[in-house]
């Protein structure tokens, strides 16, 4: 669900037409609905209720810091994968107890930003790192939280770049070398092991591959306790998916996933952690474009946007469907042609969708692409020297500008000439 309707043939966002926020921030801009943001979290939350247990919202997603704060007063804490987000998730008011730290890469100089900030825990991924994560602590004369993330080799069934479980993926020690890890690490006197982490992938639609990987990390936490780990903590990381497409069969809901989580370690008397992303931010989020142009191909129209693969690049990327809709509802009974819908950017990937059904639009008209809340924004760039597009927060009847369009003088003048030019 989200608040994104019409309204007596216009398109709005909460309480606000769409179309005044783009006669006001100009287009493409991003849209976000704070009613959404809030009821998704809230889902997980109350999902969790009766267990001890915290919602961190993946930053990756959407790392706003209004979109931040705006969770972060709800309760969610937040999961991050870089020094850059660890600070902003601190500049906008999140203590370092709710904030995760994940990711593959931890640099010497991130791990000890974290521990000289506040950290809840480090997510460790190999060997190396907590050999890193250990000594740093040492050195500023602390002890790191840490939980292990284990790769429990299931196929989540999505698409191979988002794919995070399998034995062949970067994430994660085998989990035959668990306890081997796992003596490494009570060894270690800058560590403090508390629990489990494991993450199988993004914009899962079954709920089948987490079953698989919960029973193993349930099974794992009995055997690393046996061998006298104190392990009360399990982050079951997120990857829940999204319907991008409202033809598409709907996916489980958080509180399936819930029941799931309570039937498959609940025994065990453990802080549960998730860390949705996509799920909380994804449908919570527009993204409006103009027509530019609208051309007349060899057999086929194309309705060319001032929105570009640089501003939302989840179709160039995975193939990604978003629903596209137009601003103003069409009238009923409107007959629907086939278009190409691309941007301006000279790459023939510059497309977001081939012989879309759409109703008759011309140059001027507005459209909204769905499910744009999350990977949308924080994956654009300003390819082509094409500015990164305003991000718009609504709540009820207000919206606000919460990161505007930068200048051309300002992108220009970011560079730097050596003297001998």
Known sequence: MD????????????????????????????????????????????????????VCFAMKAASNQAILKTLAQAGAGMDVVSEGEYLRARAAGVPGERIVFSGVGKTAREIRTALEGGIRQFNV???????????????????????????????????????????????GIPIARAREVYAMAGAMEGIDV???????????????????????????????RADGHDIRRLDLGGGL????????????????????????????????EIEPGRLIAGNAGLMVSQVIYVKSGEGRDFLILDGAMNDLIRPAMYDAHHDIVPVIEPAPGTEERPYDIVGPVCESGDTFAKQRMMPPLAAGDLVAFRSAGAYGAVMSSEYNTRPLIPEV?????????????????EMINRDTIPEWL
């Open 125 to 171: 991924e190999s060997e190396p790192e907590m050999e890193v994560l250990n000594a740093v602590a040492l050195s500023l004369g602390t002890v790191a939280p840490i939980t292990i993330r284990v790769n429990p080799d299931v196929d989540a069934k999505t698409h191979a770049k988002i794919a995070t479980g399998k034995s062949e993926n970067k994430f």
């Open 3 to 54: 608040h994104f309707l019409y309204r007596d043939g216009a398109l709005f966002a909460e309480d606000v037409p769409v179309a005044e926020i783009a006669a006001a921030v100009g287009t493409p801009f991003y849209v976000y609905s704070t009613a959404t943001l809030l009821r998704h979290f809230r889902l997980f939350d109350e999902a969790l209720e009766g267990m001890e247990h915290l």
């Open 241 to 272: 998916g999204i319907p991008y497409s409202h033809s598409n069969q709907a996916p489980p809901l958080p509180t399936d996933f819930g029941a799931l989580i309570k039937r498959t370690v609940g025994h065990l008397g453990c802080e549960i």
């Open 393 to 409: 927060l609504v709540k009820d009847d207000q919206f606000a500008v919460i990161r505007r369009r930068p200048t051309f003088d």
């Open 194 to 224: 508390i629990g489990i982490d494991v993450h199988i992938g993004s914009q899962l639609t079954d709920l089948a591959p987490f079953e698989a990987a919960f029973t193993k990390v349930a099974e794992l936490t009995e055997v690393l």
